[in-house]
């Protein structure tokens, strides 16, 4: 079936879309990845594998060329790795299901086949590795299956580290030096996102190959666990890397950030990280979320069972969707791009953000 990322999929209402942004004119020959992402379908039911005609209109219609979306469950549950492989098999019956719209990614010419076949790409990633444990075989079972990013901590302790929220803050394991060291051995890009701030540390320390923290925000902007301090952002350039900023509410302390903050997170990486390792990670699904009572009401349920789980980070709450607003729009590449290249910054360098600098380590990384 169509597994549903959260609630970004909730609601199959009419959404109020605001009229489409008139992009750069070099936009629409655009290669447009997002590092972090989810497939959804709002108008479709639940146990479909087939996407509406609807959400493939949709889809087509957001610029975007490849997204990456997330194994889950994520956290110390119990058959984890049973129940992450369900969610692939969910998800392989869905690719089956829309040979005309979808492409799985594997490698970096995957990228760049689906874009000119005008199909979406849809390229696995984790983003914990709770699943693998101290079971280090795993890693290459995964990579056999598609997956091609491996994230080393949610927001919670797992056996390789501390994720954002712990307050022990701690170091590495041991196991988790292996880990890093097998994903690697694997070709498999090394992402810290989520993770607490000495596992970043360490494990950018760690890192022998091009790392990424594919979503996060800037924390010396402001100072929030999920966000990355400017010191690990130059690592992770120094080391040939990319920083993916998202379009979430901890980028401002009152959680209403807009297409305005999102942009200023994007500026300052740009300086501390120079412009090839900067990139878009909005960990939002592609199809805008329609606010709706349904909305609500699956958030007010997704943040109880986040808080129950114990990973609900600061800034979430029963009143907050884990989105931009402004940015929620069918167009919000083209709209972001605009917004951009208003304040003068060049094809060249948008370029890079919006998709060849994730092409471009993706295909250091995985090599080919």
Same mark, same amino acid.
């Given at each position: 079936? %169509?597994?549903?990322?959260?609630?970004?999929?909730?609601?199959?209402?009419?959404?109020?879309?605001?009229?489409?942004? /008139?992009?750069?004119?070099?936009?629409?020959?655009?290669?447009?990845?997002?590092?972090?992402?989810?497939?959804?379908?709002?108008?479709?039911?639940?146990?479909?594998?087939?996407?509406?005609?609807?959400?493939?209109?949709?889809?087509?219609?957001?610029?975007?060329?490849?997204?990456?979306?997330?194994?889950?469950?994520?956290?110390?549950?119990?058959? =984890?790795?049973?129940?992450?492989?369900?969610? +692939?098999?969910?998800?392989?019956?869905?690719?089956?299901?829309?040979?005309?719209?979808?492409?799985?990614?594997?490698?970096?010419?995957?990228?760049?086949?689906?874009?000119?076949?005008? /199909?979406?790409?849809? &390229?696995?990633?984790?983003?914990?590795?709770?699943? =693998?444990?101290?079971?280090?075989?795993?890693?290459?079972?995964?990579?056999?299956?598609?997956?091609?990013?491996?994230?080393?901590?949610?927001? &919670?302790?797992?056996?390789?580290?501390?994720?954002?929220?712990?307050?022990?803050?701690?170091? &590495?394991?041991?196991?988790?030096?292996?880990? #890093?060291?097998?994903?690697?051995?694997?070709?498999?890009?090394?992402?810290?996102?989520?993770? *607490?701030?000495?596992?970043?540390?360490?494990? &950018?320390?760690?890192?022998?190959?091009?790392?990424?923290?594919?979503?996060?925000?800037?924390?010396?902007?402001?100072?929030?666990?999920?966000?990355?301090?400017?010191?690990?952002?130059?690592?992770?350039?120094?080391?040939?890397?990319?920083?993916? #900023?998202?379009?979430?509410?901890?980028?401002?302390?009152?959680?209403?950030?807009?297409?305005?903050?999102? =942009?200023?997170?994007?500026?300052?990486?740009?300086?501390?990280?120079?412009?090839?390792?900067?990139?878009?990670?909005?960990?939002?699904?592609?199809?805008?979320?329609?606010?709706?009572?349904?909305?609500? /009401?699956?958030?007010?349920?997704?943040?109880?069972?986040?808080?129950? +789980?114990?990973?609900?980070?600061?800034?979430?709450?029963?009143?907050? %969707?884990?989105?931009?607003?402004? %940015?929620?729009?069918?167009?919000?590449?083209?709209?972001?791009?605009?917004?951009?290249?208003?304040?003068?910054? *060049?094809?060249?360098?948008?370029? /890079? %953000?919006?998709?060849?600098?994730?092409?471009?380590?993706?295909?250091?990384?995985?090599?080919?």
């Amino acid at each position: 079936m %169509l597994t549903r990322r959260t609630l970004l999929a909730a609601g199959a209402a009419t959404l109020a879309v605001p009229a489409l942004a /008139k992009p750069p004119g070099w936009f629409a020959n655009a290669l447009v990845i997002d590092g972090l992402s989810g497939l959804s379908d709002p108008y479709g039911p639940e146990d479909q594998t087939r996407l509406s005609d609807r959400a493939i209109a949709e889809l087509r219609k957001t610029g975007l060329s490849t997204m990456r979306t997330t194994l889950v469950p994520v956290g110390n549950q119990p058959d =984890i790795w049973e129940k992450v492989n369900g969610f +692939m098999d969910d998800h392989d019956s869905v690719f089956a299901a829309n040979p005309d719209v979808l492409v799985k990614i594997k490698t970096a010419a995957d990228i760049e086949a689906a874009k000119k076949a005008g /199909k979406l790409g849809i &390229l696995y990633g984790t983003q914990d590795t709770a699943m =693998i444990g101290s079971d280090l075989d795993r890693v290459g079972k995964l990579k056999e299956r598609g997956v091609r990013c491996v994230q080393l901590t949610y927001n &919670l302790r797992n056996l390789s580290g501390d994720g954002s929220l712990e307050p022990a803050n701690a170091s &590495l394991s041991r196991l988790a030096k292996a880990t #890093i060291e097998r994903i690697e051995a694997e070709k498999m890009l090394f992402d810290l996102s989520h993770g *607490g701030a000495n596992t970043i540390r360490e494990g &950018l320390a760690q890192a022998k190959r091009p790392p990424s923290i594919s979503h996060t925000g800037c924390r010396d902007l402001h100072d929030h666990p999920r966000n990355a301090f400017d010191a690990d952002m130059k690592t992770v350039a120094d080391k040939g890397g990319v920083v993916g #900023i998202y379009f979430m509410p901890f980028l401002v302390p009152n959680g209403k950030a807009t297409a305005a903050d999102v =942009i200023t997170h994007i500026e300052h990486a740009w300086k501390v990280c120079g412009e090839d390792h900067v990139a878009i990670g909005t960990d939002n699904g592609p199809i805008p979320t329609p606010i709706t009572d349904d909305t609500w /009401k699956r958030a007010r349920e997704e943040y109880e069972y986040r808080s129950k +789980m114990g990973f609900a980070a600061p800034g979430e709450g029963p009143d907050v %969707l884990p989105l931009v607003l402004e %940015l929620n729009r069918l167009d919000r590449f083209p709209y972001l791009a605009s917004l951009l290249a208003a304040r003068g910054h *060049g094809q060249a360098k948008l370029e /890079k %953000l919006f998709g060849t600098n994730w092409l471009r380590l993706y295909r250091d990384v995985w090599g080919g």
